[in-house]
């Protein structure tokens, strides 16, 4: 099978290019290279790079497709509040092109990826079918790709699905982004032997998904079968609510450093919880999450911190 993957040099793109090459696809990936590294793909990939916007760019990279994953973007809340056109080019006309593209190659199947954020800070167990309320012009992008997606669907056709993950980790993640997320933060304090800094009391929840049982879903997604491929968001995630402080001490553990956490200022904006139903992806597509927090600590700690 012929697979594109947008953002393929990134984070989630790269463990996803992986499984698609295991599994014999042949694999071409679109990158700017702006997060995102040539090393993370594995040989004999093919990466053209350029633009996702950019519609000359990607168009003769798409034709022939059989199936387009999208991931590329600047996947940063504070970013996009720094610089929203800037991220809008890459984020809200990334995915119009990404789809215009698909629709004139005729590609049968798209997934997407949108986010969490579409619900911004919506207290409670995350469902599909919850009213949006992005907060950041990040998620504002992304509730928009969504709706983008529908649109092709009903007016031309296109079969696609739009992924929203929640907190995804594992190895690959940057330990060095400007706006690192709880996890590479951690890993890189407890790394210098010192204790982690938790900012506000630790008592926020997140729904950590490890990058194995992501990909897995994204995969799934891909061979839903077609009725259900009307550019409907599903959430994937671990389906579990975490608090930063257990966190902290099943990562500690990992790391066999057991220092009582930090404590500094809550940032403002954060949500409090965040916790996905993820009864929509385990009914439309047979997806189970895998890998415990354990688990999936010991391993991203392993590869981050070189361990
Ligand atoms: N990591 C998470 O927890 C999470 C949660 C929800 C949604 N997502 C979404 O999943 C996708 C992948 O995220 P990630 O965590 O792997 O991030 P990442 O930054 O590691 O990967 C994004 C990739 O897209 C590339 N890219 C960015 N802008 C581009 C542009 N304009 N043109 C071409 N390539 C471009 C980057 O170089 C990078 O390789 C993103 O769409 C992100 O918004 C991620």
């Given amino acids: 099978m012929r697979v594109v993957v947008t953002g393929g040099a990134g984070f989630i793109g790269s463990h996803l290019v ?26 004999g990939v093919a990466l ?21 994953f999208h991931l590329a973007a600047v996947a940063s809340v504070p970013r996009s509040i720094a610089a929203p056109l800037e991220v809008h ?23 997407i990826t949108s986010s969490a954020a579409v619900y911004g800070n919506a207290s409670g167990i995350q469902q ?28 031309f056709g296109l079969r696609g699905l739009a992924i929203r993950p929640f907190n995804v980790y594992g190895p690959r993640q940057a330990l060095d982004a400007v706006y690192g997320s709880v996890i590479p933060r951690f890993v890189s304090r407890l790394q210098a032997g010192l204790p982690v800094q938790i900012e506000g009391s630790g008592e926020a929840t997140r729904d950590f998904t490890y990058v194995g049982d992501l990909v897995d879903g994204l995969l799934l ?40 956490p930090l404590h500094g200022p809550a940032r403002i904006g954060d949500i409090l919880h965040s916790q996905a139903d993820i009864s929509r992806a385990r009914t439309l597509l047979g997806y189970a999450p895998r890998v415990s927090l354990e688990e999936g600590l010991a391993l991203t700690y392993r590869a981050l911190a070189g361990a």
Avoid: W
């Fill in 221 to 260: 997604a891909a061979v839903a079968p077609d009725a259900v491929m009307d550019g409907r968001p599903v959430n994937l995630a671990a389906g579990h609510a975490v608090s930063v402080l257990r966190l902290a001490a099943v990562l500690g553990e990992a790391a066999g450093i057991s220092l009582p």
């Fill in 89 to 111: 080019r890459s984020n809200g006309e990334g995915v119009l092109a990404v789809l215009e593209a698909s629709r004139r190659a005729r590609v049968p199947r798209l997934v």
């Fill in 18 to 43: 992986e499984r698609l090459t295991l599994r014999g696809d042949e694999v071409t990936v679109i990158d700017n290279l702006s997060s995102g590294r040539r090393e993370n793909l594995p040989p």
């Fill in 128 to 155: 599909e079918d919850d009213p949006i309320r992005p907060e950041s012009f990040y998620g504002i992008d992304k509730a928009a790709g969504e709706m983008y997606l529908q649109a092709y669907c009903r007016l």
């Fill in 48 to 68: 053209t790079e350029a633009e996702v916007a950019d519609l000359t760019a990607i168009q003769p990279v798409l034709a022939g497709a059989d199936l387009v």
